[in-house]
C-alpha cells in the first residue's frame, strides 16, 4: 500500500508538470481558439486596462478552470515583439521543441517529419537525473490554423497520454498590436480518468499540498493575497512556465545563433524566479546544466 501511494504521489508530479496542452472538449471548457483576428482583438479590449495595471510584473492575464475530469489554463499576454516574428517563430516544429523543452520537467523533444506534416516526441519527467525511457511519452502532431498578415494560430495535439490522459492540445492565437506588439492567446488543458485523479488527489495532500498558482481569492488576516491551489494552481504555475518559454525563445532571435541556446535558458531561467513561490524548483547552476545536456540530447531520436 505504502509503495503504491508513493508511485501514486511520483506519477502525479510528472501529470502535474505536463501542462503541455488544450483538449477541443465538448464540455464548457472548450479549448477551440478564435475564428479570426475579431475575437481577439476583442479580449484584448476587455483586458487592456488589467494588462497595464497587474502584479505581475508583466502584461499577462492568467485564467484558469475545472470542470468534471477537464483541467483548462489560458495566458493572454501582449509580447514586446512584432506580430510578424511571433508568427514565423511559432510555426516550425524545431521552435516547438525549442520553447517546450524550457521547463524544468520536460526531459526531451524531437521533432520529426511524418506524411501528414510534423510529429513532436517529447518526455515529462521529474527527476534532475531521470533516465529520458523513464519520462512519460507524449506524441504530438503540430498543425497549423492560420497565418495571414493579421492572424497567426497554431496547434499541437495529443490523442493520449500517462494514466489514462487523453486528448492533449496546445493552441497559440496571436494578432499584431500597434508599436511593433503582439497579443497572444495561449491555450492549453487535459481530461484525466480514475488513475490520474488518485494520483493527483494523493500528490496534493502531499508534496504539492502547500503549492499555489497566480490567481487571488481573498487576503489572510494579514492583509496579505490567498492564492488559489489544488489542480488549478497546478494549470495556472504550467501557464506561467510555458508563456515564459515562448517569450524567452522570442528573445533569445535577436542573438547569434551560437549563443541563443545559452540565451533562452538563462532568461527563462531569470524569469520564473520573480515568482518563488510558484515557479521555483531547483538553483540556477542545477538548471543550466540540465538543461544544456537535454538541448544535446533532442538532437537524437530515441524510441
Known amino acids: 500500500m505504502n509503495k503504491s501511494r508513493s508511485d501514486n504521489r511520483r506519477l502525479a508530479r510528472g501529470l502535474l508538470g505536463i501542462g503541455l496542452a488544450s483538449l477541443l472538449s465538448l464540455s464548457g471548457l472548450n479549448a477551440a481558439a478564435y475564428a479570426g483576428p475579431g475575437e481577439l482583438r476583442a479580449r484584448y ?23 468534471g475530469d477537464t483541467l483548462k489554463g489560458d495566458v493572454y499576454a501582449v509580447l514586446d515583439h512584432p506580430f510578424k516574428v511571433v508568427s514565423e517563430a511559432l510555426k516550425e516544429p524545431g521552435d516547438w521543441c525549442d520553447i517546450l523543452l524550457l521547463p524544468f520537467n520536460t526531459k526531451y523533444c524531437h521533432a520529426n517529419a511524418t506524411n501528414g ?15 529520458v525511457q523513464d ?19 497554431s496547434r499541437l495535439n495529443a490523442a493520449s497520454g500517462p494514466l489514462g490522459t487523453k486528448d492533449y492540445r496546445i493552441s497559440v492565437a496571436a494578432v ?14 487535459y481530461t484525466y480518468g480514475v488513475t490520474g485523479r488518485v494520483a493527483m488527489q494523493a500528490y496534493l495532500a502531499t508534496k504539492g499540498a502547500d503549492k499555489v498558482g497566480f490567481t487571488t481569492t481573498g487576503k489572510d488576516a494579514n492583509g496579505q493575497p490567498v ?28 542573438t547569434p545563433a551560437d549563443r541563443r541556446l545559452d540565451k533562452r535558458i538563462e532568461t527563462w531561467f531569470s524569469a520564473t524566479e520573480r515568482y518563488p513561490r510558484q515557479l521555483r524548483e531547483m538553483d540556477r547552476a542545477t538548471y543550466v546544466a540540465m538543461k544544456r545536456g537535454e538541448y544535446e540530447r533532442q538532437q537524437v531520436s530515441i524510441q
Open 117 to 131: 506534416g510534423a510529429a513532436l516526441q517529447v518526455r515529462i519527467g521529474r527527476k534532475y537525473d531521470q533516465p
Open 135 to 153: 519520462a512519460f511519452r507524449l506524441d504530438f502532431a503540430l498543425r497549423p490554423v492560420a497565418a495571414t498578415n493579421d492572424y497567426f494560430e
Open 176 to 189: 499584431p498590436l500597434d508599436g511593433g506588439r503582439t497579443f497572444m492567446h495561449l491555450s492549453y488543458a
Open 45 to 67: 479590449g476587455e483586458l487592456r486596462d488589467e494588462l497595464r495595471n497587474n502584479n505581475f510584473q508583466r502584461a499577462i492575464h492568467i485564467d484558469s478552470a475545472q470542470e
Open 227 to 254: 492564492y488559489i491551489g489544488g489542480m488549478r494552481g497546478a494549470v495556472e504555475r504550467n501557464a506561467m512556465r510555458y508563456y515564459l518559454a515562448v517569450d524567452a525563445h522570442l528573445a533569445a532571435l535577436a
